[in-house]
């Protein structure tokens, strides 16, 4: 299991993410409102998350905490950069495609976060 604090850091994470997640379902979707509650997860991520150490962590762990922490620092970025693209798309497909692609890309990530915020449980 995963201390307090870091199930916590992870719970402020998923919080902000399935706010996000609700202005992109959204019909009209706007622009600057979804912009700044990536800009708020990403302040998230890199101040609370960036900075938890694996030295409190259980060492059998440390590895698949590591690995989790690796891809939802890797959505994290794929998100900005659909984003700026679904921003910058002129044509309505393009939008389309992009819209799709973050939300897979933020459904996933939740899932990855949720799994933090549970307190990485051993698998058995």
């Known amino acids: 299991m995963l201390p307090k ?11 902000n993410l399935l706010t996000l997640q609700q202005h992109l379902k959204q019909e009209q979707a706007d622009v600057s409102t ?5 800009e ?3 302040k998230i991520f890199t101040e609370q998350i960036l900075t ?20 939802i620092h890797r959505s994290l970025r794929l998100i900005g950069t659909d984003l700026l693209f679904w921003r910058t798309s002129k044509q309505q497909t393009t939008a389309n495609t992009r ?4 939300s897979d890309r ?7 976060c949720q799994i933090m915020e549970k307190g990485l449980p051993s698998q058995e």
């Open 5 to 15: 604090s870091y199930c916590q850091a992870y719970h402020s994470l998923v919080k």
């Open 34 to 38: 979804i912009q700044e509650t990536y």
């Open 40 to 42: 708020q997860g990403q």
């Open 52 to 71: 938890l150490s694996p030295e409190e962590i259980d060492p059998t762990l440390v590895s698949r905490w590591q690995s989790v922490q690796t891809e």
């Open 99 to 102: 819209l799709n692609l973050m």
């Open 106 to 112: 933020l459904a996933r990530m939740i899932e990855y």
